[in-house]
């Protein structure tokens, strides 16, 4: 596998035409935006894991029939820092970086310093999201960083710090229909507590100040859910939206903040100041959009790590949660790049396998209900939430299909009620290695996959003239580790899952992330 995750890969800012097998639909025009990890190794100096490597940033660009691949490193100040040195002297999650044995005394005390609360990365390597007529690669820190979608090139570092009291931030925000971005931080001991802290950038901003572009400015924070508790804040991926509620799962996977703020010290990373505690409760928040206040009802399941929310929605008085989830935390420890070496099968088998699973909330049940009751009422699932003594609800799901991670769905569908699910597969290995599609009414899956191939998370694109949940196609980037295959782009019809056309570049492409496409209407000229 050193293919894929051993080196670093070569930048190409220039555009490169990709050689097209099969046909692409007329109405396919715009850019597939993609990020992830690039560069794991600066100067003698390597990165401990895979989700460490500094962000190269990749598209695909579509026009009148042809597609167009480009790639550059997002010019952050970590990169910067780095290269400069000629090795890795900005921290990140998995690698804790030190001063040089080179500096003096003094130097090396103020380095020390400078960690107690840690100044985190703008190695922006996780999404990318859309604001406004802007764009920006982001990660799970404080920062964010403005990109060109039609260059790639790296435009201004942006703290969420100066608009909203988060030390933390997802990296997978909602946009509602007018497109506005809503999205949920983690604010780490601030003014004696630690809340997770729900908030709203505006799709527009007044008139007068559009050539500011000052979306940011306008930030409003819709409501803040205080942590269980003050110095062990939940860690947390994602989180889900349907019409009326904002969905936050606590799970027992938390940040230890005291050693957190002591890790420099220790010679550990930020990485190890998590722990997954499994005789703990998950708390599901759900926070009316209206009173911006979390429900009455505490509402629990056991204890499980989740990263991906697929979806959720309403429907006749309760609340439709699907999630993947695995029963322990050991997948962020598969991806140390000591595990990713020629022992890789052996060092990789997955000990716990993602889940997707369906939890049911009860809204507005009768008070009076029995002890020990079933409080759900939908016949279209097996999912049961249990009234307790104390007036808790306890949930066990629904397991809807197992193997599948990095969901995705037709976006249109956000929040209502949805059928299909596109989503990559695993099995023995946390890296995968086939596209499904699932259909989580009939729970019947459809399959693509090809050898020496690994595909990158499916990304659907709806049909223009759409009258089905599923007309549209499936973007997906596909490493190989065949030296004779090169990688190329996927493009499968959403529907029947038959493969459509691929695009063949002639690069060692990266495996990436996530990421959006931008349909043509929505690209601005003036950034080409």
């Known amino acids: 596998m050193d293919v894929i995750f051993g080196r670093n890969k070569e930048e190409h800012p220039e555009p490169i035409k990709a050689e097209v097998k099969g046909e692409l639909p007329s109405w396919l025009q715009g850019i597939l935006l993609r990020n992830g990890p690039g560069m794991h190794t600066v100067g003698e100096t390597h990165y401990n894991h895979w989700f460490d490597g500094l962000a190269l940033v990749h598209s695909?660009?579509?026009?009148?029939?042809?597609?167009?691949?480009?790639?550059?490193?997002?010019?952050?100040?970590?990169?910067?820092?780095?290269?400069?040195?000629?090795?890795?002297?900005?921290?990140?999650?998995?690698?804790?970086?030190?001063?040089?044995?080179?500096?003096?005394?003094?130097?090396?005390?103020?380095?020390?310093?400078?960690?107690?609360?840690?100044?985190?990365?703008?190695?922006?390597?996780?999404?990318?999201?859309?604001?406004?007529?802007?764009?920006?690669?982001?990660?799970?820190?404080n920062f964010i960083r403005k990109i060109n979608p039609h260059t790639l090139e790296t435009l201004e570092k942006v703290d969420y710090t100066k608009y909203v009291a988060v030390n933390l931030a997802t990296s997978h925000p909602h946009y509602d229909s007018a497109g506005n971005v809503l999205n949920m931080g983690t604010s780490i001991v601030d003014k004696g507590k630690t809340k997770y802290v729900i908030f709203k950038i505006p799709s527009s901003v007044p008139e007068k100040e559009k050539k500011k572009k000052s979306y940011l400015k306008h930030l409003e924070v819709l409501c803040s859910i205080p942590s269980q508790s003050l110095?062990?804040?939940?860690?947390?991926?994602?989180?889900?939206?349907?019409?009326?509620?904002?969905?936050?799962?606590?799970?027992?996977?938390?940040?230890?903040?005291?050693?957190?703020?002591?890790?420099?010290?220790?010679?550990?990373?930020?990485?190890?100041?998590?722990?997954?505690?499994?005789?703990?409760?998950?708390?599901?928040?759900?926070?009316?959009?209206?009173?911006?206040?979390?429900?009455?009802?505490?509402?629990?399941?056991?204890?499980?790590?989740?990263?991906?929310?697929?979806?959720?929605?309403?429907?006749?008085?309760?609340v439709v949660i699907d999630v993947i989830s695995y029963p322990d935390n050991s997948l962020y420890q598969m991806f140390y790049l000591k595990n990713l070496n020629e022992d890789f099968t052996e060092n990789t088998k997955l000990t716990s396998i993602p889940v997707c699973k369906r939890f049911v909330v009860p809204l507005g049940f009768?008070?009076?209900?029995?002890?020990?009751?079933?409080?759900?009422?939908?016949?279209?699932?097996?999912?049961?939430?249990?009234?307790?003594?104390?007036?808790?609800?306890?949930?066990?799901?629904?397991?809807?299909?197992?193997?599948?991670?990095?969901?995705?769905?037709?976006?249109?569908?956000?929040?209502?009620?949805?059928?299909?699910?596109?989503?990559?597969?695993?099995?023995?290995?946390?890296?995968?290695?086939?596209?499904?599609?699932?259909?989580?009414?009939?729970k019947k899956k459809l399959i693509w996959e090809e050898e020496h191939c690994w595909p990158a998370e499916p990304v659907f694109v709806p049909s223009p003239d759409l009258k089905e949940e599923d007309d549209g196609l499936i973007l997906s980037s596909i490493v190989t580790s065949d030296?004779?295959?090169?990688?190329?782009?996927?493009?499968?019809?959403?529907?029947?899952?038959?493969?459509?056309?691929?695009?063949?570049?002639?690069?060692?492409?990266?495996l990436d992330l996530h990421g959006v496409f931008i349909p043509e209407k929505d690209l601005n000229a003036e950034h080409e």
């Open 60 to 141: 695909f660009t579509f026009k009148n029939g042809e597609v167009y691949y480009r790639s550059k490193y997002l010019r952050s100040d970590t990169y910067n820092c780095n290269i400069e040195a000629n090795r890795i002297v900005v921290s990140e999650f998995g690698t804790m970086a030190y001063p040089d044995p080179c500096k003096n005394l003094f130097a090396k005390a103020f380095c020390y310093l400078s960690h107690t609360i840690p100044e985190f990365t703008d190695n922006c390597l996780i999404n990318i999201m859309k604001t406004g007529e802007d764009y920006y690669a982001t990660s799970e820190t």
């Open 231 to 318: 110095l062990h804040p939940s860690y947390y991926h994602s989180f889900g939206v349907t019409e009326n509620y904002i969905i936050f799962v606590e799970q027992p996977f938390k940040l230890d903040i005291l050693k957190l703020a002591t890790a420099y010290f220790r010679g550990v990373n930020w990485a190890s100041c998590l722990s997954f505690h499994k005789e703990d409760k998950t708390w599901i928040h759900l926070i009316d959009k209206k009173t911006k206040k979390d429900i009455s009802t505490k509402i629990y399941t056991d204890a499980m790590v989740l990263f991906h929310h697929v979806n959720a929605y309403e429907e006749d008085g309760h």
């Open 366 to 442: 009768d008070k009076d209900a029995e002890v020990g009751s079933n409080l759900v009422k939908l016949l279209s699932t097996t999912a049961t939430a249990l009234k307790e003594k104390d007036g808790n609800v306890y949930c066990q799901p629904e397991t809807l299909c197992e193997g599948i991670e990095l969901p995705r769905i037709n976006y249109d569908y956000n929040g209502k009620k949805y059928r299909y699910i596109y989503a990559t597969e695993v099995r023995w290995s946390p890296v995968p290695t086939k596209i499904a599609k699932v259909d989580v009414l009939t």
């Open 483 to 510: 030296p004779r295959k090169a990688p190329f782009l996927l493009i499968l019809d959403a529907k029947t899952f038959t493969e459509m056309a691929r695009a063949s570049v002639n690069v060692d492409m990266h």
